[in-house]
Each structure stands twice: as structure tokens, then as C-alpha cells.
């Protein structure tokens, strides 16, 4: 197996967190791969806000509900949808996933581990991170070295989710 199917194979959601601090130049490369992900028209409708601040950090702790995995994780990157800059709702939040997981495979490429935290999309949090007027919180991806080694969790047999026709 390659790289690249091994690290999608072997990627993990990681939720609890060494204190270590994420190195500039891992975060730079995964902000890199972030900015290569595919969107139609090329729009790139992402914009991403990072938290390191442990000020932001605590606030943003205030208010979700996995409070602790945003506190403790020395990293936070918020990725946010620029309304004015795509062109398809639907297109636009397709591409923005395509972002989130490059962000994740990048993550664990350079030995940390991340979580996608979906139950974020709330107007005080899109307050805290500075969102603007025409943008809107997609997702909060928590990313630093991991204190766990999560197991798998199963996935859908081939035969149940491919029909060839
Ligand atoms: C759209 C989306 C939303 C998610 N939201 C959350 C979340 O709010 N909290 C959380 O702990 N994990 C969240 N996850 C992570 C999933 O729980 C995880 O990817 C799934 O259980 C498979 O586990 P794995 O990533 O370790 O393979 C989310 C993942 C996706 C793609």
C-alpha cells in the first residue's frame, strides 16, 4: 500500500490531546494541503481561522460541547464558507469537505492526530473566531499530538455501499 492509502486508511478522529505545542512548520503544511484541495470552478470558497491563543481557546470552550477537546488541543483551525466567493451552495460546501479532510490526512501525515467537530455551527462561536458577514462556520477541525491511539471504527462492507452496474 502506498502512502497516501495508508494514511487514509490509518487516519483516525483523535479527541484527547498532549500539551505539546504543533510545530509552525507542521501547521504551515497543513494549512498548505488545506489551500490544494479540489472546488468547482476553482472557487476555493474556504477561509480558515487558526486558534492558538489559549484566550480564544478558553472562549471557545465556553460555548461548544466537546469543551475539552477545544481546550486542551493546542491547535484549532475553523473553516469557514466565503458566501461571496463560491458559486453552488451545494458545490461549494462539497469542496469545503474535500478541505477538512486534507486538512485531517495532512494532520496525521506529520504524526498528530485531529477531529472534525461538526456540532460547532453556532453564532456565538462564528462571534469568537471573528467571522464575517458573509461567512459562515462550517466546521472547527482540533488538531495537536495525540494521547490516544483511538481503534477503528467499522465501516460498511464494499458490497453494501457500491452497486456496479
Ligand atoms: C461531518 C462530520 C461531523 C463530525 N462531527 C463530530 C463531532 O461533532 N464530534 C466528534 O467528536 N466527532 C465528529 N466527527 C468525527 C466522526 O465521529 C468520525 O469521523 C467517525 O466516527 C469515524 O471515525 P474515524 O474518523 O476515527 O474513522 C465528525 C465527522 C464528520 C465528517
Redesign the pocket.
Known sequence: MNEVLRAIKE?????VFRPDPVEPEKLEAILEAARWAPSGRNSQPWRLVVVESKEKREELGRVV??MD?VRTAPVTIAVLRDKDAGYDEVKDIQAI?AC??NI?LAAHSLGLGA??????RDPQVEKIIGAKENEELM??IVIGYPRER?A??E?KPLEEIVRRI
Open positions: 487516519r483516525r478522529s483523535v479527541r460541547t466537546q477537546m469537505g477538512a479532510q485531517l477531529c472534525w467537530l461538526g456540532r460547532v466546521m472547527l483511538p477503528p471504527k465501516r
